[in-house]
């Protein structure tokens, strides 16, 4: 399986095809072929050598804000993975991991109100995520299932909507927007980085079991990663913007299901700001590839560390 890269041409009209669909959902794709080029065939290729090291099943990690790019990113690699050296690739998020919102409700009323809202270390089922990763890196790899989370519910989405994944994945691409991510120190967590954690966290309960969280078995789950690629963002602001645009093409998808209105994404991402920004800085350094994306949100430079 380890050999040379398989017909460019194929690549490339399948890499085509697939953004010309996601155009109708979302603004258009620019420079299209120089970062297939310049940026997917080089993380595909630094994918495969990984791979290679002793043919068992990697786990890629990418990582990066709200609204950056990484399912559409995640499909294009799967695409030229495929492509490119016949590696099977299984796609999950993060996000799909979400406890229900009976346990969030659950957990806001014995904790903090906060822990209502998904998103931040605290919010997954971290039990059946460990599980998950460890079954689709087991050598006896037996079929299983991947939960899917319904956002325009706010919940669990029924079973017969989940991944089945019946064969041992060569790649599987964990995506999330805090995959990744380490604890904070003590001193980084005393003030409050916006109006909801100075209003709602006054007693820093909440950040507090969100970084003890990290610390215990977000850091046990991240241990199973075998690379991380970080998406870097400008900066928060532009969370805010891409994330309504994500907004938008879930109103389409959800064909009338519940959304949320700008005013409504502006007070959600407040809970991601924190650690958002905490991964801007560690993640720039720790992450084996790192992606900066410019204020356009296209592709400006590549560092593999």
């Known amino acids: 399986m380890c050999t040379n890269e398989l017909n460019y041409k194929k690549i490339k009209n399948k890499y085509l095809k697939f953004i010309k669909a996601q155009e109708v959902l979302s603004e258009p794709f620019r420079d299209k072929i120089e970062q ?11 994918i495969y050598k990984t791979f290679c090291k002793d043919k068992k099943t990697k786990i890629i990690g990418l990582s990066g804000g709200q609204g950056s790019g990484k399912s559409t990113i995640s499909n294009i690699l ?11 690739t299984v796609i999950f998020s993060i996000d799909d991991f979400y406890k229900t919102f009976k346990e969030r409700k659950t957990m806001s009323k014995k904790i903090s109100s906060l822990f209502l809202t998904r998103g931040v ?16 890196k087991n050598e006896r790899f037996k079929k299983l299932m991947i939960p899917k989370f319904d956002k325009s519910n706010d919940d669990r989405a029924s079973k017969n909507k989940w991944i089945k994944v019946n064969k041992k994945p060569n790649i599987v691409i964990f995506e999330g927007w805090c995959v ?11 003030k409050p980085i916006n109006v909801l954690e100075k209003h709602k966290d006054k007693k ?4 507090n079991k969100v970084n003890l969280e990290i610390k215990k078995d977000y850091k046990k789950i991240f241990s199973f990663i075998d690379k991380i690629i970080f998406l870097k963002v400008p900066s928060f602001k532009h969370v805010f913007k891409w994330r309504l645009l994500q907004e938008k093409k879930l109103r389409i998808k ?6 949320m209105s700008n005013n409504q994404i502006k007070k ?12 801007l800085k560690s993640l720039t350094q720790r992450a084996d590839t790192v992606i900066k994306i410019d204020n356009e949100h296209r592709f400006k430079a590549i560092k593999f560390n």
């Open 36 to 46: 297939l080029n310049n940026f997917y065939l080089p993380i595909t290729r630094m």
């Open 78 to 88: 799967k695409i030229t993975l495929k492509e490119s050296f016949n590696l099977e």
């Open 121 to 136: 270390p605290g919010t997954h089922d971290t039990k059946n995520l460990l599980k998950c990763i460890k079954g689709l």
């Open 180 to 190: 990744g991510v380490g604890p904070q120190k003590k001193k980084d967590l005393l």
């Open 204 to 207: 820093k309960i909440w950040r």
């Open 254 to 259: 959800s064909k009338g299901k519940k959304t």
């Open 268 to 279: 959600f991402i407040m809970f991601y700001e924190r650690l958002t920004k905490h991964m």
